[in-house]
């Protein structure tokens, strides 16, 4: 198993631009995050799914949108890139029945300047 | 008060003390709890649940008060690899939805 995979692994946009951060993860999760992780601070939660076709807010959506049309993929979509969108982005996953354990993708980088 | 609070540290230990993190959780509702060890530049790895009972992994050693709302790790014999940043995760009433992370503990272990 490949886990959970992210591309691209680095990004610099310019302001105003668009983006699609892509996670897949091939554990047949049913939940799947994405988190965004500023230097001294913890992760924060921007979007979940709980399953294909069913997403929720977490706790900075603002200038993200998400889609869950499958099981395994997950995409971040960033309209207008503002510099407070640099960040490092983690998408995370995890079964929802026996165990609790986030599995993460190993993060992309974004720079918007 | 914030949901999970650490010390960010760092806590700067010589190889083979034992070194102990706290994390305090804000949700008395709270039903799950973590420790993650993230290392620099790379995402987050679950290092340990933490369990009513408390519980050990060789080195690790992880315990819940849940009547003053901490957790805490216990490291022993520390080793250089055991440099990292210690997250501590808490699952809230909500469900997974409700996914916490605390800012995380730095340590650096020293020769």
């Known amino acids: 198993n490949a886990g959970v995979t992210q591309t691209p692994k680095f990004r610099i946009l310019k302001i105003g631009q668009s983006m699609t951060l892509q996670c897949t993860q091939d554990m047949n999760h049913n939940y799947m995050y994405w988190y965004r992780q500023d230097p001294g601070m913890g992760l924060k939660l921007i979007y979940y799914?709980?399953?294909?076709?069913?997403?929720d807010k977490g706790e900075v959506p603002n200038g993200y949108n998400v889609s869950r049309s499958t099981t395994e993929d997950f995409p971040l979509r960033l309209e207008l890139a503002a510099p407070s969108q640099t960040s490092v982005y983690f998408c995370?996953?995890?079964?929802?029945?026996?165990?609790?354990?986030?599995?993460f993708g190993p993060g992309t980088r974004l720079t918007v300047t | 008060r914030k949901e999970v609070e650490q010390d960010p540290g760092p806590f700067n230990v010589p190889e083979g003390a034992t070194v102990a993190f706290n994390c305090t959780y804000s949700n008395s509702a709270s039903q799950s709890f973590f420790w993650y060890r993230q290392d620099c530049r790379k995402e987050p790895k679950l290092l340990m649940s933490v369990y009513s009972s408390g519980n050990e992994d060789g080195r690790f050693t992880a315990q819940l008060n849940r009547a003053s709302q901490y957790i805490s790790l216990l490291i022993r014999d520390s080793k250089l690899s055991d440099s990292a940043t210690y997250l501590c995760?808490?699952?809230?009433?909500?469900?997974?939805?409700?996914?916490?992370f605390g800012i995380g503990t730095k340590l650096q272990v020293i020769p």
């Open positions: 995760v808490v699952n809230g009433a909500g469900g997974y939805q409700k996914v916490t």
């Open positions: 995370a996953s995890t079964s929802g029945t026996r165990s609790y354990e986030q599995y």
């Open positions: 799914s709980v399953g294909a076709g069913i997403t």
